[in-house]
T-cell receptor, first 108, second 114 residues
Framework: DAKTTQPPSMDCAEGRAANLPCNHS???????VYWYRQIHSQGPQYIIH???NNETNEMASLIITEDRKSSTLILPHATLRDTAVYYC?????????FGTGTSLTVIP | DTGVSQDPRHKITKRGQNVTFRCDPI?????LYWYRQTLGQGPEFLTY????????KSRLLSDRFSAERPKGSFSTLEIQRTEQGDSAMYLC????????????FGPGTRLTVT
């Protein structure tokens, strides 16, 4: 039970912002939204997480809608190394449900 | 490098053999997770430890699978009588207690059962 819906694939031009959407319409009040990415044959890499407020770190920004039913991960200046599968995860307690994620391809 | 290590990185075994994988989490992390990932799918939760106690197991964890974390540090995942359907990437993750707290993943062990 992934609890999230993401588009299966997206393209982004190198140097442009990549905006990856995620729907989590059944999210509960105490559930966080986490984003991970996975480059081929490597373990998933943590990117960012949030509860209600928008968050920013050195890798990305996370925008969560006011009703918390959806969010967007923003990579401000995509590079070729950002090509990966991006997972949006809604988590309470211990288990992470990954789903199938969005395969982002950054195009030169 | 997240600080979580797994050994071996690759394992090829014949059907029916037993295999054991090891995970060394980040030292101050008391929670440890095992996931399995097949081609084209996201990781699927298998089991979770808090210190040495195994607190949660997925229905994916058949009776051929056993996991331990004897001293609350490293963990092992054993698969007995391997089947071709066990071929997958086995991922380990760890985190500190409390919420929220992100999980840090190791590089995984890729198992191929021939």
């Amino acid at each position: 039970d992934a609890k999230t819906t993401q588009p299966p694939s997206m393209d982004c031009a190198e140097g442009r912002a990549a905006n990856l959407p995620c729907n989590h319409s059944t999210i509960s009040g105490n559930e966080y939204v986490y984003w991970y990415r996975q480059i081929h044959s490597q373990g998933p890499q943590y990117i960012i997480h949030g509860l209600k407020n928008n968050e920013t770190n050195e890798m990305a920004s996370l925008i969560i809608t006011e009703d918390r039913k959806s969010s967007t991960l923003i990579l401000p200046h995509a590079t070729l190394r950002d090509t990966a599968v991006y997972y949006c995860i809604v988590n309470t307690g211990n288990q992470f449900y990954f789903g199938t994620g969005t395969s982002l391809t950054v195009i030169p | 490098d997240t600080g979580v290590s797994q050994d071996p990185r690759h394992k090829i075994t014949k059907r029916g053999q037993n295999v054991t994988f090891r995970c060394d989490p980040i030292s101050e992390h008391n929670r440890l997770y095992w996931y399995r990932q097949t081609l084209g799918q996201g990781p699927e939760f298998l089991t979770y430890f808090q210190n040495e106690a195994q607190l949660e197991k997925s229905r994916l964890l058949s009776d051929r699978f056993s996991a331990e974390r004897p001293k609350g540090s490293f963990s092992t995942l054993e698969i007995q009588r391997t089947e071709q359907g066990d071929s997958a990437m086995y991922l380990c993750a760890s985190r500190r207690g409390g919420s929220p707290n992100e999980q840090y993943f190791g590089p995984g062990t890729r198992l191929t059962v021939t």
